[in-house]
């Protein structure tokens, strides 16, 4: 299940976040392939600013408060953990940092909590959100392989798109500019990509109907009802 989140960040939060990633040197960027995992590192080719940089902490907390603030994302993701976005880039000054050839992320990843644990989160959903305008850059897409073919990325600043953390992706090359994103896995309170899909398209469905026929209608208590009963019969806490 791919869904497209638009205008996930807000046009303020959008420009707040890019004026704080252009006065970032570029020095301050390292490879990415130091926190890939054996195989990943193989394919991976881009830059990650370090989570406890100054920026990075300021941007990555636009994000988790536009998350949290998005029903899209709920309904998308039905999230039950999510591991701390970080930031990447492909492309720029004069390097050849640009691409991510194919892979899947791994299963498990880990952080460290506020306490001082180790926290261990599931990585059932993968979530990108787009940093950088399609002019800026040439190339960049995320390409993603589902069960029709394989589906190609490349999103407008400030949206977001969600896909199974099982699936096969990639970045292809960055030819020109720099793309720069904001990425992070859930684990989701439905494990079952079949599952979210289902309780996805279900709520769509509830929210045109309680559009159309308002919140008392039997319809949209039904169905209300349905989702519900579908979502304490599959979730997982």
């Known amino acids: 299940m791919l869904i497209a989140l638009p205008d996930l960040l807000s046009p303020e939060a959008l420009a707040q976040a890019r004026?704080?990633?252009?006065?970032?040197?570029?020095?301050d960027w390292v490879n990415g392939r130091?926190?890939?995992?054996?195989?990943?590192?193989?394919?991976?080719?881009?830059?990650?600013?370090?989570?406890?940089?100054?920026?990075?902490?300021?941007?990555?907390?636009?994000?988790?408060?536009?998350i949290d603030a998005s029903s899209a994302f709920l309904s998308a993701a039905l999230p039950h953990r999510i591991l701390h976005p970080q930031l990447n880039r492909y492309g720029g000054s004069g390097n050849a940092l640009g691409a991510y050839g194919d892979h899947v992320d791994g299963a498990i990843r880990y952080q460290n909590t506020p306490h001082g644990a180790r926290d261990t989160l599931r990585t059932d959903v993968s979530c990108t959100v787009f940093l950088s305008d399609p002019e800026d850059y040439d190339g960049g897409e995320l390409v993603i392989a589902d069960?029709?073919?394989?589906q190609r990325v490349r999103l407008p600043a400030g949206h977001a798109v969600v896909y199974p953390g099982t699936s096969v992706h990639r970045v292809t090359p960055v030819t020109r500019g720099q793309r720069v994103a904001a990425f992070f896995w859930i684990q989701s309170l439905v494990r079952d990509d079949g599952q979210r899909r289902l309780l996805y398209d279900m709520d769509q469905?509830?929210?045109?109907?309680?559009?159309?026929?308002?919140?008392?209608?039997?319809?949209?208590?039904?169905?209300?009802?349905?989702?519900h009963n579908l979502l304490r019969r599959w979730a997982e806490t």
Do not use: W
């Open 205 to 227: 469905h509830l929210m045109a109907v309680r559009a159309e026929l308002g919140e008392h209608h039997s319809a949209t208590i039904g169905l209300a009802g349905t989702y």
């Open 34 to 66: 130091n926190t890939a995992g054996h195989l990943a590192a193989h394919a991976k080719n881009n830059q990650q600013l370090p989570q406890a940089h100054a920026t990075s902490k300021a941007v990555v907390q636009l994000v988790l408060s536009a």
């Open 19 to 27: 004026r704080l990633l252009a006065a970032t040197p570029d020095a």
């Open 147 to 150: 069960t029709y073919g394989e």
